[in-house]
């Protein structure tokens, strides 16, 4: 389909470089008040006294807001984060006040005379700590307060917000059967989503109490259902509007500004107020991405098929829970990576820290457990002395396999990685694990990861698309989908494009999503949307075509079966000259004589999710997303065997994208994700002292990668389609990013003869590792 | 000698061709009072601290980023932002055709460093290139993107005018 | 947004300049001379600095000039690093200018307010550290002239009122062999772990450093040690780096052990470069 495989720009693309695209901050500020938050200096404390009378009696200060005087409690899953401290803060950087007044100057000059007395409390930075006996239990109200969370098994009086585990074949077996073992440790430190838009919020209410929130969210609808939720709203009466949205990467799904706009504007009788958040508050209150510890035991037989493994997973969710129970979850569901274990004993835990608290972050953990899987399998590859590109094809899932929980695998729900790992051969000309010497003191070498995910909506998300016209026949195209960089918009009105054999052209997008007038997009992550929305949008169409069709048939008094629709136009087949413009016939026809035939075509389509499963709780046998996509991933450097320096050369993925929208936006979303995990793997972290003070609060110290120290990216794709996906496309916006940290470690490993346990890798680490001798 | 000393004062500035009136503090930043005053927003906050490059503007014909220059010390020199360029920049429509953005917020920081880059050394080189735009971070794009559309226009070597 | 008020003063001559800080300091303004503003910018931002008056130091003539004045290379205060970098009169210290930040900033940051900035790098200071460079002070009392390696110990030593005019460098300096290294953590763009400047003068090598160590220093005895040419390279580096430990710095971009092992071998692979100069 020639719309299809198109190369497209983005729809909105001439906003975006003329400065026209507006994003959550970009509304006039005129005759808002300002809010900013006082956050906790501590990482773990008792509130003693808060003090907010010297603020008060600033002139233009109009409330000045502490936990106490909204004691409600949040979490998407588990509710146990206050929307400001109450008692006790768990991370450096919470919330504890809020000031809110006529303008920014006066928000801060109060702020400063807010007094709060702490009493310091130890804190927890590690999950190893936080399981230990005597460790200051976090949430010791978890597990109690609200008993019936489904899917969700906090273990109360622990620090365990949830835990999820998977039983298959039988492990003391498989162990038998193995000829070759290894056994490792990791751990991955966390780092930040730092989309380049910081998070922010608005709101009002009106008299009659009708609250307007606008946000940089990826999660409008649940913006909405948490709002009404925590404050007994009906949620008919508030409207969440999302402009775009400046980068997301999962930093935006989790709710929590939008709460402290909503209490700063109820405090103030409603009045509009912006709340201002620095980049600074940015990193170190709002959430991150998670930290992980991991142990990894795998086996393998003498022809190198792993038999079992036992692999523990401790995602260090920090001071609250939001998604990252989810993500522990998912962690056990997909955590072997894309290869058949039979025997398979995993645990996976969420712990509490005294960490910054985690959300989603792009890939859903899938890098972060991926980096420590993949490095396992390196060193079994070599234990079994067999190349690593070959050792990940001999076990890499195919059809027929089971997964984890028991899904059994078809061409349409996995894809094709054999494929997949035989095309990354050839387009990276893999090396082998010998490093090349090119200089006295540098050697070239490569690194292999397998990457696989699968989503972990709930059963039952859906989404939504409406159609309507314009007088020139034109459609505008309406979806709950956010825009923040992922081009959905452009993907969906290309598939639209294609269903009604129309030009893109004509395919007119609406952006902001405004809950009142789009339709209920789940959220916009997981890299679902894709298929969701796209699945919707298919059906609206349907909707529209065959609206179309029956008012046409009305008008040249024939059958439906007789008309075709493209181009704009409804005609008869067999005699194409009979035909009528969509502009003559979508608001109703008119016939010749005056008559009015039909009615307007509007066109609706929805979707929800089927056939998805909670997991077993004793062996995780379920079904926990759509499909999976897989792929695999090289990256190739140069490196300083004396000083442990490194320059990267190339970087690759090989993924099954089950078919072409778009391509050239296929290749650019994934070079993204790849260069975002290069950033992780190189140089991305939160430093946090052992107070649990966060050392790199700002861009200066908390480094992303700039151009020019960039590998080249090449992408390559392999075609399975996914039967029950729109055209047969899979989810794939998050999926570069995942296998690039492990490929960079299994290539660093190499050079340096060590064993990368860590991230980031920096040559510091590199070097530390080298002067313990350990390999 | 030339000072501002009251809590707020007027100030007269030269955007984009046009002169316009402000009532700012003398502590306040260009950024803002681009923004809020004026409601060109193409410049973006993205850390405030000089870092990110999204505020960047040309003042004078030299980027800048407008987060790092006080509004009363743009009087008397000259502003160009994203908006000024109304499209008819070889940065914009080399951005657009070789999808050097996803999110786009990075985009007019980025393009005000192309454009003053293309104005004052159209000559420049890879590494001259290179030099200027790592002022800038972009989080989505693999900037090879950005890298190819900024290429282009230098290869255009255009007339300057 | 800065969340304090400051006044802001644009002068015409030093003169005007320095009677209005000394005012402004009778007044207990807090006044601060403004170069490129990003340092002012961002710590007033951060609540880190809370200066009553900013006296902008872009208009006076003298803290403009950059130029050849009777054999020597005059700086004005003023002048950017972007200027420095462009015009190459001065390589080491337009090499230096283009490590600093990044291109943009290097648009605004100023030579006096790298030299006198609170932000420990002072990456600028290695050049004139090397060059026997001058630095012109206009006080109350007028012009005072220094040796740039006497007035910067660590830090730029000023008297109360004093604002750095001028740089003034012996010409016979400035097309001097030299060598420039600059390494950080892993991101280019980041303050550095350690730089070294080294400048070629009758024989024997000058080397300076920053980030090193707390402050930016040249080191005679460390000098002496470099330029023994029947010593290896390496040899010549451990020496160096069995002298720092101690003072070298430890922070979260690296530690000191770490620091020592990168200077080792940057200092052994500037000197196996200096065999061909
Ligand atoms: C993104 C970024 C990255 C950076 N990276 C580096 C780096 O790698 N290496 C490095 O060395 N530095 C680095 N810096 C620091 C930068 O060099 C300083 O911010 C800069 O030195 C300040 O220069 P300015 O002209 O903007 O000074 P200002 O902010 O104007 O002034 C700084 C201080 O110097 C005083 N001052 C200024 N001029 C004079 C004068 N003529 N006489 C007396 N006092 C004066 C001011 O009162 C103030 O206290 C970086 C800065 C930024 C923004
Ligand atoms: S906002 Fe100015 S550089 Fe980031
Ligand atoms: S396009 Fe999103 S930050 Fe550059």
Redesign the pocket.
């Known amino acids: 389909m020639s719309e299809l495989r198109r190369n497209v720009q983005r729809k909105e693309s001439w906003d975006k470089v003329t400065g026209n695209a507006k994003y959550c901050d970009d509304f006039s500020v005129s005759g808002m008040l300002t809010a900013r938050i006082l956050t906790s200096p501590h990482g773990h404390a008792i509130i003693k006294r808060i003090d907010t009378s010297s603020a008060w009696s600033i002139p233009g200060v109009k409330a000045v807001i502490t936990g106490k005087d909204f004691p409600v409690l949040c979490g998407v899953l588990l509710r146990d984060r206050p929307a400001l401290a109450i008692d006790r803060v768990r991370y450096c950087g919470e919330p504890v006040a809020l000031v809110v007044a006529l303008d920014e100057e006066t928000a801060l000059k109060a702020r400063d005379l807010i007094q709060v007395e702490y009493e310091p409390l130890p804190v927890i930075l590690d999950p190893a700590d936080a399981l230990k006996e005597g460790a200051p239990i976090l949430h010791p109200q978890v597990g109690v307060l609200f008993p019936d969370v489904k899917d969700i098994y906090p273990i109360h009086g622990t620090n365990i917000a949830s835990h999820y585990q998977i039983r298959r074949g039988e492990i003391q077996a498989g162990w038998k059967a193995c000829e070759y073992q290894v056994e490792e440790d990791y751990y991955l430190p966390p780092s930040d989503h730092l989309a380049m838009e910081v998070r922010t919020a608005r709101a009002q209410i009106s008299a009659d109490g009708k609250v307007k929130i606008t946000t940089t969210s990826q999660a409008p609808f649940s913006v909405k259902k948490q709002i009404a939720e925590y404050f007994k709203i009906p949620a008919g009466q508030i409207e969440v509007h999302v402009p775009l949205v400046g980068g997301g990467f999962g930093g935006k799904a989790s709710v929590m500004l939008e709460i402290l706009a909503y209490i700063a504007s109820r405090k103030v009788g409603g009045r509009p107020v912006r709340l201002v958040i620095t980049r600074e508050e940015d990193l170190q209150s709002a959430p991150c991405r998670l930290s992980l510890r991991s142990k990894i035991k795998l086996g393998a037989d003498c022809q190198g098929k792993i038999q079992a493994a036992e692999i523990t997973y401790w995602l260090d969710c920090g001071a609250y829970s939001d998604i990252a129970p989810n993500m522990a979850k998912s962690m056990a569901s997909n955590g072997t990576g894309p290869y058949y274990i039979p025997n398979l004993f995993c645990n996976s835990f969420c712990v509490y820290t005294n960490h910054t608290y985690a959300t989603s972050y792009r890939s859903f953990g899938h890098e972060s457990f991926t980096y420590c899987l993949e490095r396992a399998m390196d060193r079994l590859a070599d234990r079994s002395g067999i190349d690593p590109l070959e050792f990940r094809l001999i076990n890499a899932i195919r059809p027929g396999d089971l997964t984890p929980t028991q899904v059994q695998c078809t061409p349409s729900n996995t894809g094709n990685l054999v494929a997949c790992l035989q095309k990354v051969k050839d387009l990276a000309k893999w090396q082998g694990t010998a490093p090349i010497k090119i200089e006295p003191n540098k050697v070239r070498v490569q690194g292999v990861s397998c990457l696989w995910k699968s989503a972990s909506p709930p059963t039952n998300a859906v989404s939504g698309a409406m159609i309507t016209f314009n007088p020139d026949g034109s459609l505008n195209l309406n979806t709950g989908v956010v825009e923040m960089g992922s081009g959905n918009k452009t993907n969906l009105a290309q598939i639209l494009a294609a269903k009604m054999k129309l030009d893109i052209s004509q395919i007119h997008v609406v952006y902001d999503v405004d809950t009142r007038l789009n339709p209920e997009h789940w959220k916009t992550v997981a890299s679902l949307s894709g298929y969701m929305a796209g699945n919707a949008v298919c059906q609206a169409a349907d909707d529209v075509l065959e609206q179309i069709r029956t008012i046409a048939a009305q008008a040249f008094e024939c059958q439906k079966q007789e008309l075709e629709i493209a181009d704009g136009m409804v005609f008869i087949k067999n005699n194409p000259n009979c035909y009528l413009l969509f502009k003559d016939i979508v608001a109703g026809y008119k016939a010749p004589d005056g008559r009015s035939i039909g009615e307007p075509v509007l066109g609706r389509g929805g979707f929800m999710l089927k056939g998805l499963s909670i997991l077993d709780q004793e062996t995780g046998k379920g079904k926990p997303g759509p499909s999976w996509t897989v792929g695999v991933q090289i990256v190739e450097l140069e490196f300083d065997k004396r000083d442990f320096t490194y320059r990267l050369i190339e970087a690759y993925t090989v993924i099954d994208c089950g078919a072409l929208i778009n391509p050239q936006a296929i290749s650019e979303m994934i070079a993204g994700g790849m260069a975002m995990g290069i950033g992780l793997a190189s140089r991305e972290y939160l430093s946090y002292d052992f107070q649990g003070v966060l050392q790199s609060p700002t861009l200066?110290t908390y480094k992303l990668l700039h151009i020019g120290q960039e590998p080249d990216y090449r992408v390559g794709l392999v075609q399975t389609p996914q039967e029950d996906a729109p055209y047969g496309i899979r989810s794939l916006s998050e999926h570069g990013i995942i296998g690039i940290p492990a490929a960079l470690g299994n290539a660093l490993s190499r050079a340096a003869k060590v064993n990368c346990t860590q991230l980031p890798l920096t040559p510091e680490y590199l070097w530390s590792i080298s002067q313990k001798g350990q390999a | 000698m030339f000072e501002f000393t009251a809590d707020k004062c007027l100030i007269e500035l030269d955007v984009n061709g046009e002169n316009k009136n402000a009532i700012v503090r003398p502590s306040d930043l260009l950024l803002d009072v681009l923004r809020n005053q004026f409601g060109l927003t193409g410049a973006k906050p993205g850390c405030k601290n000089?870092?990110c490059g999204s505020c960047t503007i040309i003042m004078d014909g030299w980027p800048v980023k407008s987060c790092?220059v006080l509004a009363v010390e743009a009087v008397g020199h000259t502003i160009l932002t994203v908006e000024g360029l109304a499209g008819t920049s070889p940065v914009q429509k080399a951005f657009v055709d070789y999808h050097a953005f996803q999110c786009g917020y990075c985009t007019s920081g980025f393009l005000m460093v192309c454009h003053s880059l293309w104005m004052m050394k159209s000559d420049a080189d890879e590494e001259e290139m290179e030099d200027w735009l790592q002022s800038n971070i972009c989080r989505c794009t693999s900037y090879k993107e950005i890298r190819k559309a900024m290429e282009s226009v230098l290869l255009q070597n255009p007339q300057k005018s | 947004m800065i969340p304090i008020h400051f006044e802001y003063y644009r002068p015409q001559t030093v003169r005007q300049a320095v009677e209005t800080y000394i005012r402004l300091l009778q007044e207990k303004k807090k006044p601060?001379?403004?170069?490129?503003?990003?340092?002012?910018?961002?710590m007033s931002r951060a609540g880190d600095i809370h200066p009553g008056a900013v006296i902008d130091?872009k208009e006076i003539p003298e803290?403009m000039v950059f130029e050849e004045q009777n054999e020597r290379l005059v700086i004005g205060?003023?002048v950017t690093l972007r200027q420095i970098r462009d015009s190459r009169m001065f390589p080491l210290l337009g090499t230096v200018s283009k490590?600093?930040?990044?291109h943009t900033?290097q648009c605004?940051?100023?030579l006096?307010?790298?030299l006198?900035?609170?932000?420990i790098?002072?990456?600028?200071s290695s050049p004139l550290l090397l060059s026997d460079a001058q630095v012109l002070f206009f006080g109350p009392d007028g012009v005072r002239r220094a040796l740039f390696t006497d007035a910067f110990q660590l830090r730029m030593l000023?008297n109360p009122g004093e604002?750095?005019?001028q740089i003034h460098i012996s010409k016979q300096y400035l097309k001097s062999p030299y060598r420039y290294i600059k390494k950080t953590a892993n991101e280019k763009i980041?303050?550095?772990l350690m730089s070294i400047a080294a400048l070629y003068d009758q024989k024997s090598w000058r080397v300076a450093f920053?980030g090193l160590c707390a402050s930016p220093f040249r080191s005679l005895k460390i000098e002496e040690i470099l330029n023994q040419r029947h010593l290896s390279p390496l040899q010549r580096a451990e020496m160096v780096s069995e002298l720092v430990p101690g003072q070298a710095l430890s922070d979260y971009r690296g530690s000191s052990q770490y620091r020592l092992f990168m200077l080792k071998n940057t200092l052994a692979d500037m000197m196996e470069e200096w065999e061909h100069v």
Request: charged content about 15%; hydrophobic content about 35%; some cysteine.
């Open positions: 200066r | 000089g870092d790092l | 601060l001379y403004y170069g490129g503003g990003s340092e002012i910018i961002s130091i803290c205060a003023a490590h600093i930040a990044d900033n605004r940051i100023t006096g307010g790298n006198c900035g609170n932000i790098y002072r990456e600028m000023m604002l750095l005019m980041d303050y550095p920053s």
